[in-house]
């Protein structure tokens, strides 16, 4: 059983398998207000040690690795750059919030990564995190967990689990572009952008390999497939949606033509309210894993991320 742990180091939590760095978690980033600051993961490799993330690409600077990001909260904004208004299109607005880290459950990540329960040759750390709005607002209280096991030689599987508890005394209605307006862009959620060199790629869903045709696709899970400059070799990314998830199984918005990204969206196409008080929970698989796929393939590492994720990220 391969070993693997997270370690803290600064700002950020390293995760390795064995002597191998897998992926950085930076949970308190240096980023302007513009690109609403929030933890993600970058760079993410596989075992093969080929990169699979982009930073602050200069397209969409907010872009970063996997971050969990949603550009409709109410009225704030915490994707990052400007917000979609009906009948104006993109505009900047001075509501570019904040995800802030609090704490990790326990002051040593090293020992919060294996607790009692968490099965053999998997990692666990458990954040918690304040969302604030640009004016200062405290909106949301976060707990976050994150987890790793390794699949098989050469895939291994990131566990994302969210809590996000309403702490206003308001209703707070999570949406996306198209539900403000803007056709076939339900973009927000766990957010993956890829390498420059996976553009133009394949996205995969079952029984399916293709394009930018499938963004808005609903599947349980979907999967991307691309190539690296240098070594010319491939990598795939695939996202699974737990079945327990608010409009399960989502539409997802996805692309390839202009640049690599996968996102389960649970508010493509409907606002979601969340009273206040309430809690909105959602948990996800992101296999990462060497060497080309087709929808077979991806379909067998999402049915192995399906059956390992209840142990990797505990109880909802």
Known sequence: MTDIRFDEAGDRVLLRAGDAALAEYVFRPDHPT?????????????????????YRPHDHVWHKGVAWSLPVVGDENFWGGPTFVRGEGYVQLPNNGE????????????????????????????????????????????????????????AWLL????????????????????????????????????PRSFTGGRLLAPGVAGGDELRGTRAPWMGFSGRHDETDTASTIVMID??????????WFARSEDFA?????????????VEPGASLVLRYGVVIADGESDPERA?????????????LLGAP
């Open 242 to 251: 737990d079945p327990a998830n608010l409009q399960h199984p989502p539409q």
């Open 99 to 154: 995800q802030r880290h609090v704490a990790f459950a326990s002051d040593d990540v090293t020992d919060a990564a294996t607790p009692a329960g968490v099965p053999t040759g998997t990692a666990r750390v458990v954040e918690r995190l304040e969302w604030i709005t640009q004016a200062g607002e405290a909106i949301f209280d976060e707990e976050r967990t994150l987890a790793a096991s390794v699949l098989d030689d050469d």
């Open 159 to 194: 566990g994302f689990a969210t809590r996000l508890t309403n702490t206003t005394d308001r209703p707070i209605p999570i949406g996306s572009p198209t539900t403000r307006g803007r056709e076939n862009a339900g973009y927000g959620g766990l957010f993956w952008r890829g």
């Open 299 to 311: 379909a067998r590492l999402a049915d192995a991320a399906a059956a390992r994720l209840p142990d």
């Open 261 to 273: 990204c996968l996102c389960p969206a649970p508010f493509f196409s409907e606002e979601h309210v």
């Open 34 to 54: 513009y690109e609403s600051p929030r933890p993600y993961l970058s760079p993410i490799r596989t075992l093969g040690s080929e990169l699979v993330s982009l």
